[in-house]
Structures are given as structure tokens and as C-alpha cells.
């Protein structure tokens, strides 16, 4: 939700700061500042809005003595201004702190402190925290890691999330950095050494991380670090190579992520397959499920938890279990599953997707399954991320890092997963060898016919402009074609900002078709033939109501002519991937409607990419 970063070193202190923070900005960028111990004092330089107004504010008055931090914020507690923008001084002036996550009971906290005589410039939760660290340092009288043991002992009183990086300015050389619930990373460099939310601010300076477990502390200094809990007991951290180059996070010549991360679809879905078919090609594999065949043929009921594009990759994984396995399956909202307390079977498994792995209502569905002690498992894209190290196994989707807020090469390569998964349990179970074989031929294919799908942007984005200037839109399909409906709504609206909603095609007549009108375009997604004539019939439905109609129709369909006012045709595929191949159009349909309406594709208002509140 914010992202944090820190850097001790000889290097511009500064200058690699706001490099790192550009690089986080996708994370929530409400406002952004960074702080250093320049002179023997904090200097704190904060700005509201993008890096770019923080950096245009540096100027050479700026110079940092070899350490500092910063922040990019996504509004929590307190509203979007100056005062609430990060990094927060301590009321003495001796602490200043970055922070991601959320403190529930900082209202007590902060009371506690008005008592003692500190008072507040700002509304948030990280200011009373910025303060309660400095109360127990003043009040601290050990002289031995005095600025590590005042942090452990605030952050006992603390109760919420957090990812914290702290500057002391009695301890110029040192920063405190803490982590619970939300992510953090110690980079370690050539005699210097940075820390971040995520590793994409750092791979340009290094590949050698670690990763903080929730309730590890670590004071880090330019050539060395250690790493404890929070009862003072010294760890010995693991670490770790990351397998990120720095292109992965540059746009490269895409004049947005988003649409950089589309045209890598063929990629990341070979690198989703690559290695995970048996040799015979007749089934799927997947090393990090460590569960034995024996044990796969126990399960019973599968539960899959997530949260936005991802839980529209458990619907269409629920269709393709359900019908290539034949195991009952469940969908659940992750904020809802973790209070509904679900009767679910005892040899259910339970799966999270997540391409962040670090979504808070994601992780806590996790815990909630792991606590009812049920068998948890994740796909996700970010190795080591808290999800992927708290689940019991799981399926790395190697997508390679989604920048963009808008989910694309993430949801397609978790639905390629999600086959694979189907596959794998249907030949556990009554699909025959050569169904199998068929199915992963199709998979094999998929990259190229995706390939074939990506030539055609410019007639998609012709398309898409002729439907620009509309404020409603309605994304209509059957069966698995309804999650992918789903899908293209929330693509649109995410960053076109305008109102669309996903529905069953059939469904329509049950009300929805009082909105139809020549102002609320229908975009029907028809590549199943068994539903073909019936969707046809939607279609018409629809158009006598003068709706504009757009539909994504297989190769070879017959489509009346006058049907529809714009088609985009696709390869045909196995039913079981024509999800993935209908999908494709609608992320380039809702990426040129943006762009036509000179929207921030990859920073839309309100939104952040990893959702680290509940
Ligand atoms: C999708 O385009 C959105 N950015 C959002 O719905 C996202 O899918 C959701 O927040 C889940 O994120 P996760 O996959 O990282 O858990």
C-alpha cells in the first residue's frame, strides 16, 4: 500500500533514494519524502503527489551525511497532505521513520503520549509510532543498543502492521528497520546497504537480499547488519539471490507498463509451463505443491481464496477443476472467507492466489485456513513474499514483476497454472492419457496463439476509441467466459474510471437489460461454441435495444452479419484455455480506452498494487 526505502552508504544518498522511490511509486503515491541525518540533525524534504514534485524539491542544500529514508504513501489513517505525508519526525527531533502498514491501537497510544507532554502536527498512525519510540528512548538508560532496544520496546505496545525503517540522529551510522505483515528487504551491497518494501528498488544495486520474517528487527549499518526478534535473540538471516535483472522493472520502449507487461504474456506463460510436464507430455507437474499423488487423490474439496483479478482466476480454476477433475470446488473473497467460518471438508485443500503474495486479506485467509488446520497453498508471483513463505507449498507463477497496477501477465499466467492444476488432477483421476496429451498440446501452443492475438493492438485500439467517450459499459459471457467478463470490467474500470460490470451473458434478461441503451456498449465474449447460438440470441436481445455490441468470437465462428458493430476474432483453442486467449483483447480494450482518455494506466487514482490493508 506505501512503499518504504533506506540507504547507508558513500553514494548519493538522495539520488538513491528517489530512484528507488520512482521505482516503488506503483505502491501508492498520495505524496512522497525521504529523510537524512545531514549536520547531526534530521532533515526531512516531503511533497504531495509523485516522486517527480519531491525531486524537483531536492536541490543541492540536500545533502545527506551517508544515510537515509523514504516513503511514498497510499492514504490510510489521516488525509492526503503535507503534515500526513511520510517521513514523520519524532516531537524532540531525534527519530524520524517510514511506514507501511496499519496501527489499530495508536488513538490509546497516542493519548498515552499527549500525558506525557508530546504533541502532534499530524493525524497518523506513524507519528504516534515515530513518538512512542522516542518516549522509551528518553526514558531508556541502558547505554548498549539503546536505539534498537527503544524500538523493540514501542513496538511491544503496538498492535496492527507494519513495516518500519528508523533514523536516530544519536546514532548517525545506524538505521532500525521491523517488519509485521508488511513486506521488508535488507539489500546487501559493496560496502553498502539499502532496504525496501520490495526488491524492485534495489536490484539495480544489488541481487543479495534478505528477507524479514514478521516480528524480526535488524540494525543495519553501511558494511554490516544483524538481525533479532523481538525479544533480543539473534537470528541468523538467510540469503538470498534475486533472480530479477533490472530490465524486468524498466519500461523498456512501452510507453507504460501495462501495456509492456500485455506484450509479455507469451513469455510469462512459458515460463508459468516451462519444466512442468511430465515427459511422457500426457500431464502436468509441480515440484513446490509437496503433496504425492497418493495424497492429491485424498483431497476432496478445494477452496481458493483471493482477492480482485485473482479471484477471477479462482472462478475459471473452479471450472476447470470442476470439469477436468471432477473435484467439487469453492470460491472465496479473502476479507470474507476469514469470517465466515466455512464448514469445509477435513481433506480439503485450500489455495491462495496472490501475485503480490503480500495482499493483507489474502494473508490472513491464509492464516484463518492454516489456523483450522487445514493443507494451505499458494500460487503467486513473488518468491519469498509472505504469502509464498507462510503457505505450505505452493506454485510460483514466474511471471517475472508486474509493475502496473492493472493485473495482466499475472492473471493470465495464474488461469495457465490453474489449467495445469486441472490437468495434473484430472489425470489423477478418470481423464484418459490421450486427453491429457491433447490438453498439453493446446498448452504448448498457447504462447504463439497469444502472440497471433497481440499483431492485432492497432485494430483493437481502433476499436477501442470508437467506445472511448462512454461512461457505462456492460462484459457479458457464459460459463468460464463469466469470470473473464468479470475480468474486462475490472480492467476498464481500474484505470479508464468508467462503470463496468461483468455479468452471466443469460443473466441479463433478470434486469441488467434495463440499462441497455445506445449508451451502454455490450462486450460479449462468445469463443465457446456449445453456447454460441444462445449468446447469439443475447447479442440480439441487446441490439434491438440499440446497444452497441462488441464480441470476441474463435476463429471459424459463424456470426450473422449486422450482429455486432465491432468483432475480434481469436485462435481457437481447448475450451479449457479459451480463457486465457478472450482475455487478451479486453486488457488491450480497456489500455486503449485509458490512453484515449489520458488516464494514469500505470498509477490510476485511488488504487496501489499490493493492498497491504484490510
Ligand atoms: C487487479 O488489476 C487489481 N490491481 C487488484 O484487483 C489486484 O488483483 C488485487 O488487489 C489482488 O492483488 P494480489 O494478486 O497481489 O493479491
Given at each position: 500500500m506505501c512503499s518504504i526505502i533506506g540507504y547507508i552508504g558513500n553514494r548519493d544518498v538522495a539520488q538513491i533514494l528517489l530512484d528507488g522511490l520512482s521505482r516503488l511509486e506503483y505502491r501508492g503515491y498520495d505524496s512522497a519524502g525521504i529523510a537524512g541525518i545531514q549536520c547531526e540533525e534530521i532533515s526531512v524534504v516531503k511533497r504531495l503527489g509523485r516522486v517527480k514534485n519531491l525531486s524537483d524539491a531536492i536541490d543541492e542544500s540536500v545533502k545527506f551525511d551517508g544515510i537515509g529514508i523514504g516513503h511514498t504513501r497510499w492514504a490510510t489513517h489521516g488525509s492526503v497532505s503535507l503534515e500526513n505525508a511520510h517521513p514523520h519526525l519524532s516531537f524532540h527531533g531525534i527519530f524520524s521513520l517510514v511506514h507501511n502498514g496499519v496501527i489499530e491501537n495508536y488513538e490509546s497510544i497516542k493519548h498515552f503520549l499527549v500525558e506525557k507532554g508530546y504533541e502532534f502536527y499530524s493525524e497518523t498512525d506513524t507519528e504516534v509510532l515515530v513518538n512512542l519510540i522516542e518516549y522509551h528512548f528518553k526514558k531508556?538508560?541502558?547505554?548498549?543498543?539503546k536505539f534498537l532496544v527503544s524500538v523493540q520496546k514501542a513496538l511491544l505496545h503496538v498492535r496492527g502492521t507494519y513495516g518500519i525503517a528508523v533514523l536516530c540522529k544519536h546514532s548517525p551510522g545506524e538505521m532500525v528497520v521491523a517488519r509485521k505483515s508488511s513486506p521488508l528487504l535488507i539489500g546487501i551491497g559493496d560496502n553498502e546497504m539499502f532496504i525496501a518494501s520490495d526488491a524492485c528498488a534495489i536490484v539495480a544495486h544489488t541481487h543479495n537480499v534478505v528477507y524479514l520474517n514478521d516480528g524480526e528487527l535488524a540494525s543495519i549499518t553501511q558494511s554490516d547488519f544483524s538481525v533479532v526478534t523481538m525479544k533480543n535473540e539473534k537470528i541468523d538471516a538467510v540469503k538470498c539471490e534475486l533472480d530479477w535483472r533490472i530490465e524486468d522493472v524498466s519500461r523498456g520502449e512501452h510507453e507504460h507498463f501495462m501495456l509492456k507487461e500485455i506484450c509479455e504474456q507469451p513469455v510469462a506463460l512459458q515460463n508459468a509451463m516451462?519444466?512442468?510436464?511430465?515427459d511422457d507430455l500426457s500431464t502436468a507437474k509441480f515440484g513446490?505443491?509437496?503433496?504425492s499423488p497418493r495424497e492429491l487423490r485424498q483431497v476432496d474439496r478445494i477452496l481458493f481464496c483471493a482477492c480482485g483479478t485473482a479471484w477471477h482466476a479462482c472462478l475459471i480454476a473452479e471450472y476447470l477443476i470442476e470439469k477436468y477433475a471432477r473435484i467439487p470446488v469453492e470460491v472465496a473473497y479473502s476479507s470474507e472467507f476469514r469470517y465466515s467460518n466455512a464448514p469445509l471438508e477435513k481433506n480439503t485443500l485450500v489455495f491462495v492466489i496472490s501475485q503480490?503474495?503480500?495482499?493483507l486479506d489474502s494473508f490472513a485467509a491464509l492464516q484463518e485456513a492454516k489456523r483450522k488446520g487445514y493443507r494451505t497453498l499458494a500460487i503467486t508471483n513473488v518468491v519469498g513474499s509472505t504469502i509464498a513463505r507462510e503457505s505450505e507449498g505452493g506454485i510460483y507463477?514466474?511471471?517475472?514483476?508486474?509493475?502496473?497496477?492493472?493485473?495482466?501477465k499475472a492473471f493470465t499466467a495464474q488461469v495457465c497454472v490453474a489449467a495445469m492444476l486441472a490437468l495434473l488432477l484430472g489425470r489423477l483421476r478418470d481423464m484418459s492419457f490421450d486427453d491429457g496429451v491433447a490438453f498439453v498440446q493446446a498448452l504448448l501452443q498457447l504462447p504463439e496463439k497469444v502472440s497471433k492475438i497481440l499483431e492485432k493492438k492497432d485494430e483493437i485500439r481502433l476499436i477501442a476509441e470508437k467506445y472511448a467517450h462512454h461512461e457505462d459499459m456492460l462484459f457479458l459471457g457464459r460459463q468460464s467466459m463469466f469470470p473473464v467478463a468479470l475480468e474486462g470490467a475490472l480492467k476498464l474500470k481500474e484505470i479508464s474510471y468508467i462503470h463496468a460490470e461483468g455479468y452471466?451473458?443469460?443473466?441479463?434478461?433478470?434486469?441488467?437489460?434495463?440499462?441497455?441503451?445506445?449508451?451502454c456498449p455490450c462486450f460479449f465474449l462468445a469463443t465457446q461454441r456449445n453456447t454460441l447460438q444462445k449468446t447469439l440470441s443475447n447479442i440480439l436481445e441487446v441490439k434491438a435495444r440499440n446497444a452497441m455490441v462488441i464480441a470476441v468470437v474463435a476463429e471459424g465462428s459463424k456470426i450473422p452479419p449486422g450482429c455486432t458493430d465491432d468483432l475480434i476474432v481469436v485462435p481457437e483453442t481447448h475450451d479449457a484455455l479459451e480463457p486465457i486467449l478472450a482475455t487478451i483483447p479486453l486488457q488491450l480494450f480497456a489500455y486503449y480506452i485509458a490512453k484515449a482518455r489520458g488516464c494514469d494506466i500505470d498509477k490510476p487514482r485511488n488504487l496501489a498494487k499490493s493492498v497491504t490493508v484490510e
Open positions: 531508556e538508560t541502558s547505554l548498549e543498543n516451462r519444466g512442468r510436464f511430465s513446490g505443491l509437496r503433496l503480490s503474495g503480500e495482499t507463477q514466474h511471471s517475472g514483476p508486474e509493475i502496473g497496477v492493472a493485473s495482466t452471466p451473458a443469460a443473466e441479463i434478461k433478470h434486469g441488467p437489460i434495463a440499462l441497455i441503451s445506445g449508451k
